[in-house]
């Protein structure tokens, strides 16, 4: 049964949102996967709160048309195409979808985008491995933490000192 123009309407309102609400998006070609693969990849993106399904290379043309982004990098889309949104973290779509990719081949990178900044599919899986927002975190508080502990053995140094000192002046008045 053919979609009604309401539920067309609906459909790109939906997607709009979508695409508004999110940090970034990472488009995918995903021909020749499995249920079960399908069933592998939702689950793994779903535990890093990554929104994603298939969409309509048309829907996607309006979607980006209609927000004021780029959408001539879309034309050149081919095949099934679906899309990871990042709510929380703009890496981790393209850092899931790539690490599921090595695994199976059929599945390509597209494009995306960040910040309103349309990416290719090279610049996509150059994306994928820069940090998450998590491992940059760390990165920062051990960057932050490294002179503090350095700070602390000095000091603890100088006590132990004093006491070896006081443990010797001891010992020879006994």
């Given at each position: 049964m053919a979609k009604t123009r309401a539920r067309k309407e609906s459909e790109l309102k939906q997607f709009e949102d979508r695409l508004t609400s999110s940090k970034s998006v990472v488009f995918v070609r995903q021909d020749g996967l499995s249920a079960l693969d399908e069933v592998e990849l939702r689950k793994k993106l779903r535990s890093e709160s990554?929104?994603?399904?298939?969409?309509?290379?048309?829907?996607?043309?309006?979607?980006?048309?209609?927000?004021?982004?780029?959408?001539?990098?879309?034309?050149?889309f081919t095949g099934t195409v679906a899309a990871a949104f990042g709510n929380e973290d703009?890496?981790?779509?393209?850092?899931?979808?790539?690490?599921?990719?090595?695994?199976?081949?059929?599945?390509?990178?597209?494009?995306?985008?960040?910040?309103?900044?349309?990416?290719?599919?090279?610049q996509a899986k150059a994306f994928a491995a820069l940090p998450g927002k998590k491992e940059l975190l760390g990165q920062l508080v051990s960057a932050v933490s490294g002179p503090l502990r350095g700070?602390?053995?000095?000091?603890?140094?100088?006590?132990?000192?004093?006491?070896?000192?006081?443990?010797a002046v001891q010992e020879k008045k006994s």
């Open positions: 990554i929104d994603y399904g298939v969409v309509k290379k048309t829907l996607v043309k309006r979607a980006l048309t209609a927000k004021g982004l780029p959408a001539e990098g879309v034309t050149s703009e890496v981790a779509p393209a850092k899931v979808l790539n690490t599921f990719a090595k695994t199976h081949e059929t599945m390509k990178f597209l494009g995306g985008f960040v910040g309103g900044v349309f990416m290719d599919a090279v700070i602390v053995g000095v000091l603890q140094g100088n006590l132990r000192d004093l006491v070896y000192a006081l443990k």
